[in-house]
């Protein structure tokens, strides 16, 4: 067959799905009949490395299901028909739409098919089981007040499909030993179940496929020291999550937040990358410490991704620029910096009454100490990128002013997170524009 006939073939399939289980699944909770569609068209996906010569035929389905999907979100009248399979559950999720564009961005990148395979692989079975039996049997909440709800007991299963997921495809499809296999299908049980538990809004569908993708690529052809050295650095950052927990407000999906960024740091970017962020996160709640009244106020794991998000960015830009890597790196520390120094001003002068003029010295001195320093000791730096870069930290001083004006920290709500987020990201932003001026 041509890849125009499977092109026509995966199509009259996906509709001809949707329809049956709309004319047949009536009786059927909505999140089942939300699952029956995930796994068929996952199932049917698997197919495509062996059906489609031309990779570029699976972007052209792609941009013509893209405008279909649209369609029956955005019409009222296909929405409560039969898009109503799709798009009947009671929460927010734009899940269809992610799965489609990790599933083509997915197959145009691979190389090797056990690549894709176990990507879409991984989205289809782990993530369909793991939520119908969280749904089904979940019993212990890891979440906490406004938090998505996610089930211990789900995250388990999620994270026993996930390593068969891997295991079964790296042992039939690919030259790799025997203890990488057992190993590697481990971290990406851990990873995906991780990715699982934080995931809001059906983002899950694009998450999980391509950071396991992302793993695989950057592990597959490490030597087993090195994953296992990765491996026990993890392990061993439970124990100050551990700490961090019990001394500040966070909650346990914030810990899995914290550990999943870890793991991306640590997998994609290297010990350097880890240790700002890791800094940032062991001291956030500590010198000073959180007093009586800001520990009654709970930080989820929104607060964690409003501090981790623009860091993670720079990272993603530096596997795609390798050549302004250590510019990037300069960026992502400068964020974290930026955040504490952002965090510890905000403490000092809305719970320890403290002068705008010492909460300023104290926050740029504790920022310099954690972040900044480590940043210089790892980085080759001239004395004019220094400047620079001291000279933006200071900066972030004027944001946290206007930020602690702006909003009430006695409440965290998504508007403050975001102008936490907005506002680091144009520091870092401006500064990585004017740094990449000067080296050029």
């Not at 041509?2 to 909770?29: E, M, P, Q, R, Y």
């Not at 993708?213 to 950052?237: D, G, T, V, Y």
């Not at 400068?334 to 120094?341: D, E, F, G, I, Q």
């Amino acid at each position: 067959m041509t890849d125009l006939s499977w092109a026509i073939v995966v199509l009259v399939t996906l509709f001809s799905l949707i329809c049956l289980t709309k004319v047949f699944g009536s009786h059927l909770n909505a999140e089942w009949s939300r699952k029956i569609i995930h796994v068929g068209m996952g199932i049917l996906s698997l197919g495509f490395p062996f059906m489609f010569e031309h990779r570029l035929t699976v972007l052209y389905l792609g941009l013509v299901t893209l405008p279909l999907l649209l369609a029956l979100r955005l019409n009222s009248k296909l929405r409560t028909g039969v898009g109503s399979v799709l798009l009947g559950v009671s929460r927010n999720s734009f899940g269809e739409l992610y799965f489609l564009v990790a599933l083509v961005v997915v197959f145009l990148f691979y190389q090797d098919p056990y690549e894709y395979i176990i990507s879409m692989s991984v989205l289809t079975f782990a993530d369909s089981i793991a939520a119908l039996v969280g749904i089904s049997y979940g019993r212990f909440s890891l979440s906490h007040g406004s938090e998505d709800s996610k089930s211990s007991e789900g995250s388990i299963m999620f994270f026993i499909i996930a390593y068969f997921c891997t295991l079964i495809p790296l042992q039939l499809m690919s030259d790799v030993g025997r203890a990488e296999v057992l190993v590697i299908s481990l971290l990406i049980g851990i990873l995906a179940a991780l990715i699982e538990m934080v995931s809001t809004d059906g983002n899950d569908n694009i998450l999980l496929p391509i950071l396991t993708f992302a793993f695989l690529r950057h592990n597959i052809l490490q030597p087993i020291e090195e994953i296992l050295i990765i491996m026990s650095i993890m392990i061993l950052i439970l124990i100050p999550c551990f700490i961090i927990y019990k001394l500040t407000t966070i909650t346990r999906l914030s810990i899995v937040y914290s550990l999943l960024t870890a793991y991306i740091l640590l997998i994609q970017g290297g010990y350097p990358w880890l240790i700002p962020a890791f800094m940032l996160f062991l001291t956030f709640g500590i010198l000073p410490s959180m007093p009586k009244e800001e520990r009654q106020i709970t930080h989820n794991y929104r607060v964690i991704a409003c501090n981790t998000i623009v860091g993670i960015v720079c990272l993603i830009l530096s596997i795609f620029l390798p050549a302004y890597q250590s510019i990037l790196y300069l960026s992502f520390s400068l964020a974290n910096a930026s955040h504490l120094n952002l965090n510890t001003y905000s403490r000092l002068v809305n719970f320890k009454q403290q002068s705008p003029t010492i909460s300023v010295l104290y926050s740029l001195f504790k920022s310099g100490i954690f972040v900044v320093l480590p940043t210089f000791m790892i980085s080759n730096l001239g004395s004019i990128a220094i400047i620079i870069y001291l000279l933006f930290l200071l900066a972030s001083s004027y944001f946290a002013i206007y930020l602690t004006k702006k909003f009430d920290y006695r409440h965290i709500t998504d508007e403050k997170l975001r102008g936490h987020t907005l506002s680091v990201g144009i520091l870092v932003f401006v500064f990585t524009i004017v740094i990449t001026q000067w080296v050029n």
